[in-house]
Each structure stands twice: as C-alpha cells, then as structure tokens.
C-alpha cells in the first residue's frame, strides 16, 4: 500500500491564481481530512468527508473548497490564492472517526503564495 | 476554549540519553489523547493514543503518560537515537464517541539528538 500520497510536493502561486491539491489513498479508507500547518501553529482542520459525496467545514474552510466524488480522492481547491494560504497542507485518512482510531498523513504539499 | 500547550519548545539531548516532554491540556469534554512523530518534511506519524481510563502506554522506547485529574501528559524518550530528531505532538480530542467530536493539536516539541 502506498498510504496517503499528495502532489505537488511544492508550489508557488502568485495572489489570485487558484489551484487544486491532489490526495489519494488506497487503505479503502472512508474518512478524509485537510488540514493546514503554519509555522509555530498546530494543524488545523480545512475540510473533512466522512465517505463519498459527503463533506463538511472544519475549522478554517474559508478560501477552499473540496470534493469527493470517489472514496480514494479527495482533492483541495484554492480558487482566488492570498498569501494568507501560505502554509503546509496535509491531507489524512482514517477507516473510522479520527477521535477513535489512527489518522493516516500524506507527505504533505508546502505551498507559497506571492 | 480548547488548548494544548507543550513545553520545552525544543531540546537538544545526546544520543542515547533520555528524554522526557510534556503537554498540558484544557479541553472538554476528554476523549483521548495521542502523540505524534513528525520528521521534517513529512507527515505525522502516530505513537500513542490513550484514553480517560489509560495512565501509560509504551510503543518501543517511546512511553506516553496521562493525568487526566491535572490534565497533563508526558512522552518519555528512552536511549534516544540520531533518528529520534523530529518534532512531537501532543493532540487532544473533545467531544463523545460517535459525533461531535474534534481534536486540537499542539505546536510540537523539535528535538533533535545529537552525537
């Protein structure tokens, strides 16, 4: 298995662009989460689905927007980039509600925005 | 409003000496607790996780400790290794089993083991 895999590993936007953060898995996983990590911070939750066609706001949902459309993707959309989305995204996967069981984490995407 | 807070920020320790960080917690109402490992660059990596009624917990070298009457854990570091050098943290989750519920992370502890 290849867990939680993400591309890019980096990227540099420029304010305005937009832009959509890849994450697959392949544990047949039902729950998925973005989060967001800026420097001295704990991760925050942006989105999380609880299975296919399903998703709803984390903590910080303002700027993104997702989708899920199979069980294995669940793709983070930046639509209009400020520089406030800078940070490093990860994307997660748990077969249960995280509050129980193991979250699994992608490599994570560093992304800029200039 | 829920916090975690860890301490030291960082530390620098020798290989194969011990280690121990601490995390202090006001969330509410308490569903577990769990420590990560992150290497720079990666993602993180879980080593516990510990419930209201669980007072320690071992996964190799790393021991995790938990009080929940003065909400605080601790992870110890046993015989510490060169690859031990990540940042480690601390995530509590609030809120009942099956619903409701949310986790809030702390900001790490960097340590990096030194020969």
């Known amino acids: 298995n290849a867990g939680v895999t993400q591309t890019p590993k980096f990227r540099i936007l420029k304010i305005g662009q937009s832009m959509t953060l890849q994450c697959t898995q392949d544990?047949?996983?039902?729950?998925m989460y973005w989060y967001r990590q800026d420097p001295g911070m704990g991760l925050k939750l942006i989105y999380y689905?609880?299975?296919?066609?399903?998703?709803d706001k984390g903590e910080v949902p303002n700027g993104y927007n997702v989708s899920r459309s199979t069980t294995e993707d669940f793709p983070l959309r930046l639509e209009l980039a400020a520089p406030s989305q800078t940070s490093v995204y990860f994307c997660?996967?748990?077969?249960?509600?995280?509050?129980?069981?193991?979250?699994?984490f992608g490599p994570g995407t560093r992304l800029t925005v200039t | 409003k829920n916090q975690v807070e860890q301490s030291p920020q960082s530390l620098i320790i020798l290989e194969g000496k011990n280690c121990t960080l601490q995390?202090?917690?006001?969330?509410?109402?308490?569903?577990?607790l769990r420590w990560y490992k992150q290497d720079t660059g990666r993602g993180p990596v879980s080593l516990t996780i510990?419930?209201?009624?669980?007072n320690t917990k071992s996964n190799g070298r790393y021991t995790a400790t938990l009080d929940a009457d003065t909400k605080q854990s601790s992870l110890h570091i046993t015989a510490s290794q060169l690859s031990d050098s990540a940042s480690y943290i601390c995530?509590?989750?609030?809120?009942?089993?099956?619903?409701?519920?949310?986790?809030?992370f702390g900001t790490g502890t960097q340590l990096k083991v030194e020969l």
């Open positions: 997660a996967s748990s077969y249960y509600p995280e509050s129980s069981y193991e979250q699994y």
């Open positions: 544990m047949n996983h039902n729950y």
């Open positions: 689905s609880v299975g296919a066609g399903i998703t």
């Open positions: 995390c202090n917690y006001t969330v509410s109402p308490f569903s577990n």
């Open positions: 995530v509590v989750t609030s809120g009942y089993t099956g619903g409701g519920n949310k986790l809030t």
């Open positions: 510990m419930t209201f009624s669980e």
